[in-house]
């Protein structure tokens, strides 16, 4: 149990072992001396600044890459805070429904404090790494004959009726926790960026995210709230088109979603930041991905690129001045579905070189000469 967590000795040296952002941020979220703490050391991910973006721009652009959090996601903020909250209510066991990696992150998070997590996911439509987390982590991993809106409900129903706690975003503890990394943002750049964008799913962390920089404006930390840019997959863009989309279709599994649980949260979020909804094709999500990993050096899963090619798809259409902070938030890490890194941009499979064991081999596939002895 989180409770007996031993702490780690400092021998006298001040430890600077980031807590987690409940420890973190205590005073700041709604918990007592009476919430257990279960933390994996969520939070305090790097905001990396990208001069491959930045030259193509014109604006200086950080990534804050949330793939470095525990489970390799953003999810584990959130999730953080939801099963600390449920472990004080007395919960045994946590259901929610998943695209892949809240799954992944309610297991984790469950079985460290010793409860049970049921995870609803779609069949056949999720990530292998992420379906693999599920069950490493002891999850009751229940794959349904639907989509990921058929998954919500089924646990909005199940958790209405029977004693297991509902730690999907409509969860407020969720959006709460995940708010915190605004905060780290705002920490670093020391005001708001002019400008943030990332993917769009649930809506959220969209959600959170305007919370957190809005906390941080009536503070007197910052000047301004960045404006809000979130980016839908175009065969799956229900905020974009204003109505539900029956049979979501992406490559990008982790957002295809077609009735969002914080729409409304989101839509107001928009309206107070002057911020955005925009779709963008699996062909350009793919070219970000490519972007990212092959000249920025962060390798993500295809969701979390949406917001590069939202970056370049706004910046050509001239909303994003020259000299403008922007962040983007990379929300899950590339090793959770790897596969799409096999793949030129024309779709072939990626075909690595084969050589025998000869060292002069080697050098003549890298073209390289031999050094004058
Ligand atoms: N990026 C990734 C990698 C995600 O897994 C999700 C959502 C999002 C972006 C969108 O965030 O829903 O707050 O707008 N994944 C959920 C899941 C739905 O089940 O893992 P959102």
Redesign the pocket.
Known sequence: MADSTPSIPSRGIPSRQWRGVLHEYADRLDITEATPIVTLGEGGTPLVPAPALSARTGANVYIKFEGMNPTG?F?DRGMTMAISKAVEHGAKAVIC???????ASAAAYATHAGITAAVLVPEGKIAMGKLSQAIAHNAELIQVQGN?DDCLDLARDLSANYPVHLVN?VNPDRINGQKTAAYEVVEVLQDAPDFHLL????????TAYSRGYTEELERGVTTKLPRMFGFQAAGSAPIVLGHPVKNPDTIAS??R?GNPASWELALAAREATDGYFGAITDEHILAAHRLLSAEVGIFV?P??AIGVAGLLERSEAGVIPAGATVVITV??HGLKDPQWALRTADGDDVKPTVVSVDAAEIAGVLGLQKAAS
Do not use: Q, R
């Open positions: 996601s999810k429904a998943s695209t892949g990696n809240t799954s990921f975003s993917p769009v799913g649930n809506a959220g962390n969209y982790a957002i979603i899963e969701a979390s929300t899950g």
